[in-house]
């Protein structure tokens, strides 16, 4: 399942944004540095309406959505690196999440304090990257030292303090470990210091309600610094959502529309950070249930079955698979066999987003 966490300076949004995400977070929304101290976590289901319609299909008893889990993560201030405020919490605690979703503030407001005493978001982005890079410059440096001695007669210790060497450089510069680019066997090595700066990160832009649909020149100036860095970006407000927890499910959809815009917050977060980290999703569908899986982009017909249990991976034969549009089309998996378009894939396949599959595996 992947783990997203929601970090930024004090007083952004973050907590706001969280308990909108999960609804039933119970994490303390404040108008003070530091109300969330341990990472309050909660686990969303991803909206993708293509699901219900196989469910339709297949008159399936469950529908089974793919899950992502947000991790709330506490506030940030500068020197964090060297633990001031809670920083030495915040810094254990991202180096569990798969990726980033950084909030930063991009909305004027009298009554909101801001820890800086203005609002810049490209400065408060830039102080967070800037504390990242610090850890990561410390933990590289104290691998390398202790590389020292075994670079002298092992060939795996020289090959990674070469790529160590590398990322210190790209980090003195003010840059990212995720800049660098390492082969297969230096990658290995390297993740397992669980760099800050080689997360994928998501910049969430939180407006107002008025600019939600076309931004504000601060959105601008952050979606600059995220073209220059290589990241994503999503614009999102936090009013917004923790209002549309309290619509009945029926009036978002026109809630929205009046504002807009398409989605909520949640549906695109999601998407951007799929999109950041390379994600598909496939599906099975059958009268006990339909369900969304997510697999990496790339994965094979034998590796996304392994997805759904490893001894679909090993015993692996084939695939029936059929694409969601095709299967749409057809009205059931009877008659896209009829049209010709439920094909027999082998362990060579690239599983495609939206395809629609049903594993064959010896035991």
């Not at 405020?85 to 980033?100: P, T, W, Y």
């Not at 894939?345 to 599983?351: F, H, N, R």
Request: aromatic residues 6%; negative net charge.
């Amino acid at each position: 399942m992947l783990k997203a966490g929601i970090v930024g300076l004090p007083n952004v949004g973050k907590s706001t944004l969280f308990n909108a995400l999960v609804a039933n977070a119970q994490a303390e929304a404040a108008n003070y540095p530091f109300c969330t101290i341990e990472p309050n976590s909660g686990i969303v289901s991803v909206p993708d309406e293509r699901l219900a319609r196989l469910s339709a299909i297949s008159s399936s008893k469950e529908l089974i959505p793919t899950r992502v889990e947000f991790v709330d993560i506490a506030g940030l201030v500068k020197g964090a690196s060297q633990g001031e405020g809670l920083g030495n919490k915040f810094l254990a605690n991202i180096r569990e999440v798969d990726a980033i979703v950084h909030v930063v503030r991009c909305f004027e407001n009298d009554d909101v304090i801001h820890v800086s005493g203005s609002v810049d978001p490209v400065r408060d982005a830039e102080i967070i990257n800037l504390e990242l890079g610090l850890a990561d410059l410390a933990q590289v440096e104290k691998r390398r030292e202790r590389l020292k001695k075994q670079a002298r007669t092992s060939k795996e210790a020289q090959l990674e303090d070469a790529a160590l060497a590398r990322i210190q450089a790209e980090l003195e510069q003010g840059g990212a470990a995720r800049n660098v680019e390492l082969g297969p066997e230096e990658a290995a090595m390297v993740r397992l210091l669980w760099l800050l700066t080689a997360k994928p990160i998501i910049y969430a832009t939180n407006v107002s309600e008025d600019d939600l649909a076309t931004g504000n020149a601060f959105v601008e100036a952050v979606q600059q610094l995220a073209a220059k860095e290589g990241a994503g970006t999503v614009r999102i407000s936090a009013q917004v959502e923790a209002e549309l927890i309290e619509l009945p499910q029926e009036e978002r959809a026109e809630f929205l529309a009046g504002l807009g815009v398409g989605e909520g917050g949640l549906q695109s977060l999601i998407r951007a950070t799929y999109a950041l980290l390379g994600l598909r999703t496939y599906f099975t569908t059958g009268e006990k249930e339909s369900r969304a899986w997510t697999i990496e982009a790339g994965m094979t017909a034998p590796q996304a079955a392994g997805v759904i249990h490893t001894d679909f991976e090993r015993g692996f034969i084939r695939a029936q698979t059929v694409s969601y549009e095709q299967l749409l089309q057809a009205g059931s998996l009877a008659e896209a066999r009829n049209r010709g378009w439920l094909r027999a894939e082998g362990k060579e396949y690239v599983v495609q987003e939206g395809d629609v599959m049903e594993f064959l595996f010896n035991v």
